[in-house]
């Protein structure tokens, strides 16, 4: 049983769970109002871009996704990578000198009569906090989704697409039919390695494939150097192959030396449900007012793809979560923040309501 009155280790007006762009774009915020605040992470700032494959390009265009009104320069003036883009976040951080306590996860959130206390396992030790406010960026994708079928687990089979070198001169199964299972396909090919696709769907989806890549891959297809295979799901994975069942039921034996399973991930939902924070539909997206981004709980906020819940098509990215920010700001202090501006309200506010109606 947790202590009722445990050593408070730092208190502030607001804390901040989430070192990502928009949790980090706000702390700049909250910084240059003046306010006192508490930053954590449970691991290292933009984790989930830091798995990332390596030299993938962000969809966005840079102007989109630059936080706190810090440009972002690269040599090519295209879009940014993964590794830039972090690059570009420990710069940020260094710049406004953002203090932020990383490898310190949230692990518990207790209501009180002036705010909540947050319980923290450090590194050496658990610690304890307190605030008036608290906000949650804590992002949507931290599992991926599991087939649950035999041999998920074998050490030849990943959720996560690293290195096309990994795969060369190598049989690759890549399971999914969306960006990322397409972006790999295509790489690993290039890489040197023998692909095949498994998808669910007859057809790929020109609104879940970008549309400067979908062509490239229907015609590696129709020339025979990436094979697919519509309309079919995994059913068991052993070390040699896959099975691959059809949608009428009929089995395919596929031969592999790897499988990639591109099958999406989930958010983790525990601080919401510590909270009390109540969690809606299929997605079990956190309920919130639009205007303002608190929860159902007053005091605490949310900010950033941490609103959608665990996306199943994905909506809310980096380039229309700024606005959170600001909504926060505005609810917190009663100031829109000058490091957002009228034009990036407009711009933002409008995609943001267009998700709100879907």
């Given at each position: 049983?947790?202590?009722?009155?445990?050593?408070?280790?730092?208190?502030?007006?607001?804390?901040?769970?989430?070192?990502?762009?928009?949790?980090?774009?706000?702390?700049?915020?909250?910084?240059?109002?003046?306010m006192d605040y508490l930053h954590f992470?449970?691991?290292?700032?933009?984790?989930?871009?830091?798995?990332?494959?390596?030299?993938?390009?962000?969809?966005?265009?840079?102007e989109r996704i630059e936080i706190a009104g810090i440009p972002m320069q690269n040599s090519s003036q295209q879009r940014a990578t993964?590794?830039?883009?972090?690059?570009?976040?420990r710069s940020v951080v260094e710049q406004?000198?953002?203090?932020?306590?990383?490898?310190?996860?949230?692990?518990?959130?207790?209501q009180q009569s002036q705010?909540?206390?947050?319980?923290?396992?450090?590194?050496?030790?658990?610690?304890h906090y307190s605030c008036q406010k608290l906000v949650l960026a804590i992002g949507d994708m931290h599992a991926p989704n599991l087939l649950n079928i035999p041999g998920e687990d074998l050490p030849h089979v990943s959720h996560y697409f690293s290195d096309p070198h990994t795969y060369f001169r190598k049989r690759l199964l890549i399971v999914g039919g969306r960006n990322s299972a397409v972006e790999a396909a295509l790489r690993c090919w290039r890489a040197g390695s023998q692909v095949a696709i498994s998808y669910r769907r007859a057809n790929f989806d020109h609104e879940r494939v970008k549309n400067h890549i979908l062509p490239d891959l229907l015609t590696q297809i129709e020339l025979g150097n990436i094979t697919f295979y519509p309309e079919?799901?995994?059913v068991e994975i052993t070390r040699q192959d896959v099975v691959l069942?059809?949608?009428?039921?009929?089995?395919?034996?596929?031969?592999?030396?790897?499988?990639?399973?591109?099958?999406?991930?989930?958010?983790?939902?525990?601080?919401?449900e510590l909270a009390g924070v109540s969690l809606m539909g299929e997605q079990r997206a956190p309920q919130f007012n639009p205007d303002t981004m608190e929860t159902n709980i007053p005091g605490i906020y949310i900010a950033g793809t941490a609103v959608a819940g665990?996306?199943?098509?994905?909506?809310i990215f980096i380039e229309n979560s700024h606005v959170h920010v600001g909504k926060i700001v505005l609810a917190l202090t009663g100031r829109w923040p000058d490091q957002l501006g009228t034009i990036a309200e407009r711009r933002y506010d409008l995609a943001f309501k267009d998700f709100q109606a879907n």
């Open positions: 049983m947790s202590d009722p009155y445990p050593k408070i280790d730092g208190s502030a007006q607001l804390a901040i769970v989430g070192a990502g762009p928009i949790g980090l774009e706000l702390a700049a915020a909250m910084k240059a109002d003046g992470e449970a691991r290292q700032i933009g984790h989930t871009i830091s798995w990332w494959p390596r030299n993938t390009y962000f969809f966005s265009t840079t993964g590794e830039g883009y972090l690059a570009y976040l406004l000198d953002l203090q932020v306590n990383t490898y310190e996860p949230v692990i518990d959130i207790q705010g909540f206390l947050l319980r923290t396992a450090t590194l050496t030790g658990e610690k079919t799901r995994p069942e059809k949608n009428n039921d009929e089995r395919i034996l596929h031969a592999v030396d790897f499988v990639l399973l591109n099958t999406g991930f989930r958010q983790d939902p525990r601080l919401f665990s996306q199943v098509r994905y909506k």
